[in-house]
């Protein structure tokens, strides 16, 4: 029987369904750390848990101390600690060090979590990313900008879901956002090369840092893009065609990228461009499961729950590779205007279309609050052996959906 100390500080839909894949793994005792209480667990997931602890900060290293020194009361010692969210992995990792439990440890969470320090690994190791400084005064970043040019990227070191990133035009703007949020020691940013091309995310399970097995998708646009522009209904679409060689270039510096990073047993989410002339930039890489439902888009793609492989990975280091028989795509609903939902036009005529390649959603509901996620108020989810199908599915959603905010 194996010990595994979950940690969830709130009982979001993805979380849950993380959480209840760890508990469906065979021969394990689970315990729960949690900001949320514990009347809020859906009944089956609180009828698998063998100890659950509620802690003020779930968040940080010390709050979640104090959740393990509670179950280790109920449990004894602990032999896996895990948490799928990105902002969990270094104060996980601190703990297994400090535990001596196994799995990634801080020094190598942190390669993840910091992107300054993701790309100076990157770079050092000869691996290909775009250009990039940490400033930590206007002096700093006045002289990258003018050694690079513009546009710029900038960004927080530590974000994630391309939160509190931005384009800059040219010296004026960047001028302007240092008045806005002047940078110190304590509050750096990343600034980096704008580089152009189609965006991509390589998603992989690795064991003893090894890569296994790996799925590829596309963004229909970029995730800048749709910052940027909180209108944009957008797309990711997962061909078919995984191991095409139109992949090739990814694929020959993926494994070096997360060997470089300190990858070991677990799933990564890897961002990352083809640039005009072909050639590969990575963007970022997250040691933990990716966001934006890409997992259940996975699972769709490859007919096979990858919640529950996950899981079994995590726990038991063994994983199953399965092969893409489908392409698959979510289109992601965001209203149009501010407010609450007050409509949708199209749909109606959308599913009598479509309908049978639609295999799961997530619809607006009237009345509903606007969402503070780039994920917008919903999303419908299309598969399909043809990726052409899915491609134009897809298009034909974003155009034709449309969630009305008043």
């Keep these: ?171 004026m703007q960047l001028v302007e956002s240092l008045r806005v949020s002047p940078l110190s ?5 990343l600034i980096e090369e704008f580089v152009t091309g189609e965006e991509h995310s390589f998603d992989a399970m690795s064991i003893g840092g090894r890569v296994v ?13 749709v910052l940027r522009e909180p209108w944009i209904q957008w797309c990711v679409l997962l061909p078919r065609e995984v191991d095409s060689p139109r992949y090739d270039g990814i694929r020959q510096v993926a494994g070096d990228v997360l060997d470089a990073l300190g990858m070991d047993t677990g799933l990564s989410h890897m961002e990352w461009f083809r640039r005009p002339d072909g050639s590969v930039a990575i963007s970022e890489v997250g040691a933990r499961p990716p966001g934006a439902q890409f997992t259940t888009l996975i699972s769709w793609a490859h007919d096979f729950d990858l919640y529950a492989a996950w899981a079994r990975l995590m726990v038991t280091g063994e994983f199953e590779t399965r092969p893409r028989p489908y392409a698959a795509g979510a289109a992601y609903l965001r209203g ?20 049978p390649i639609c295999v799961e959603s997530r619809l607006p509901r009237e009345g509903q609050p606007q969402s503070s996620s780039y994920e917008g108020e919903g999303y419908i989810i299309v598969r399909h052996p043809e990726t052409e199908v899915v491609e134009e599915a897809l298009a034909k959603i974003v155009t034709r959906v449309r969630v009305e905010l008043g």
């Excluded at 009944?43 to 602890?53: N, S, T, V």
């Excluded at 149009?336 to 309908?355: A, F, N």
């Design 185 to 189: 020691a304590d509050r750096p940013v």
């Design 213 to 225: 097995w790996h799925s590829i998708n596309h963004y229909l646009p970029s995730p800048l893009e």
């Design 1 to 171: 029987m194996s010990n595994v100390v979950f940690v969830a500080p709130f009982f979001l839909p993805t979380t849950l369904r993380f959480l209840d894949a760890v508990a469906r793994v065979p021969g394990t005792r689970l315990g729960l750390i949690s900001q949320d209480p514990l009347n809020l667990l859906p009944a089956g997931i609180q009828d698998r848990l063998a100890a659950h602890a509620r802690v003020p900060n779930a968040l940080d290293a010390a709050g979640i101390t104090e959740g393990i020194d509670l179950l280790a009361a109920e449990l004894g010692s602990i032999d896996r600690l895990l948490g799928a969210l990105e902002e969990l992995q270094v104060p996980l990792g601190e703990l297994r060090d400090r535990f001596g439990i196994p799995g990634m440890g801080a020094a190598r969470a942190t390669n993840f979590r910091d992107k300054s320090r993701m790309k100076d690994v990157l770079r050092t190791a000869g691996l290909p990313c775009a250009r990039h400084a940490l400033a930590r005064d206007e002096a700093e970043a006045l002289a990258f900008a003018r050694s690079v040019g513009y546009p710029l990227i900038v960004k927080p070191p530590a974000g994630s879901g391309g939160r509190g990133t931005y384009r800059l035009e040219d010296e």
């Design 336 to 355: 149009q205007g501010r407010g609450r939902v007050r409509g949708i036009e199209g749909l109606r005529e959308i599913y009598e279309e479509i309908g």
